[in-house]
C-alpha cells in the first residue's frame, strides 16, 4: 500500500469513518446466515477504457447513508473525492469488493451489510452497531500506484534536484495539512511527525531521499506499521478534525 502523505493522513483521520476494524474478523455468530453485498449499477459511460482492478489507485465520490436514510458522510458535501488503493484494506471490505471492475464515470449504489462493514460495535456516534450501509458512489479516476508516486515525488522536489530534504518534506506536509483542513495543536507536532516519516522514506540514512526509496516496497510495508501504531496511541489526540470527523475519529 503506497500512502503518499495525504494518503497517511486521510487513512488515519479524514477517511477515519471507512476504515477497517479489527473486530470484522472477530465475528463469531456463524450460525445465523450473512447478508451478501449488493451491487447495483446505477450509470455506466459507453466507453470504458479504464477499469478498477486491485492495487490501482482510484479517486470515487460517495454519499453514505444507514438504512433508514440517515446521511452520515459525504465527498460530495466535502467537493473532494476520496482516494485510496482499492484493495490493500484501506477502507472497509464492502468498498473493496463492491468497487471492483468498475468504469470511470461509472455510478453504484452498494448495500454494504455489516459484517463486511463495522460489525457489531458500529463506529463511532454515527454508525451504529450492526448496521447495514448504503453509498452512491461514482469512480474518478483510476490510476497505477507507482505513477502516483512519481507524480508526488515531483510536487515535494521543490528545487528539481531529484531528490527530497527534509526541508523540502516539512513544506509539503504543511501543505498538505492545510489543504485537508486538519489543525495541529502546535506546530512541533507537524514537525515530528513529518520528521518521522521522511525517516522511514530515507531508506539508506544518508539524509535525502530518492524516488526509488519514495515508491520502495519497504517503506510501504514500514508506514503500514506506523498507521497501526499511530492509530493505537494517544498521537490521535493531537489533532483536531473540522466537523463532521471530530467525533467520528474520538469515539472510534
Request: proline letters at 4%; one cysteine or more; charged letters at 30%.
Amino acid at each position: 500500500m503506497k500512502l503518499s502523505l495525504l494518503n497517511l493522513f486521510l487513512v488515519a483521520s479524514v477517511l477515519a469513518v471507512l476504515l477497517p476494524l479489527p473486530l470484522l474478523a472477530e465475528e463469531t455468530d456463524d450460525e445465523k446466515p450473512k447478508a451478501e453485498l449488493q451491487i447495483e449499477v446505477l450509470s455506466k459511460p459507453d466507453e470504458c477504457p479504464k477499469k478498477t482492478e486491485k492495487g490501482k489507485m482510484i479517486k470515487v465520490h460517495y454519499t453514505g447513508t444507514l438504512e433508514d436514510g440517515v446521511k452520515f458522510d459525504s465527498s460530495w458535501d466535502r467537493g473532494e473525492p476520496l482516494q485510496f488503493q482499492l484493495g490493500s484494506g484501506q477502507v472497509i471490505r464492502g468498498w473493496d469488493q463492491g468497487l471492483l471492475n468498475m468504469c470511470v464515470g461509472e455510478k453504484r449504489k452498494l448495500t454494504i451489510p455489516s459484517h463486511l462493514a463495522y460489525g457489531q460495535k458500529g463506529a463511532g456516534e454515527r454508525i451504529p452497531p450492526g448496521a447495514t450501509l448504503i453509498f452512491t458512489t461514482e469512480l474518478i479516476d483510476v490510476s497505477d500506484e507507482k505513477q502516483k508516486g512519481e507524480n508526488i515525488f515531483k510536487e515535494i522536489d521543490a528545487d528539481g534536484d531529484n531528490l527530497l530534504s527534509q526541508e523540502e518534506f516539512d513544506v509539503f506536509f504543511a501543505l498538505e495539512m492545510k489543504n485537508m483542513s486538519l489543525v495541529m495543536r502546535d506546530e512541533s507536532h507537524n514537525r515530528q511527525i513529518a520528521t518521522k516519516i521522511f525517516s522511514i522514506e530515507d531508506l539508506n540514512g544518508d539524509g535525502n531521499v530518492t524516488l526509488e526509496e519514495y515508491v520502495s516496497r519497504k517503506y510501504i510495508e514500514e508506514i503500514e506499521e506506523e498507521m497501526e501504531l499511530y492509530k493505537k496511541t494517544e498521537n490521535s489526540e493531537s489533532i483536531i478534525f473540522k466537523d463532521q470527523y471530530d467525533n467520528i475519529y474520538r469515539n472510534k
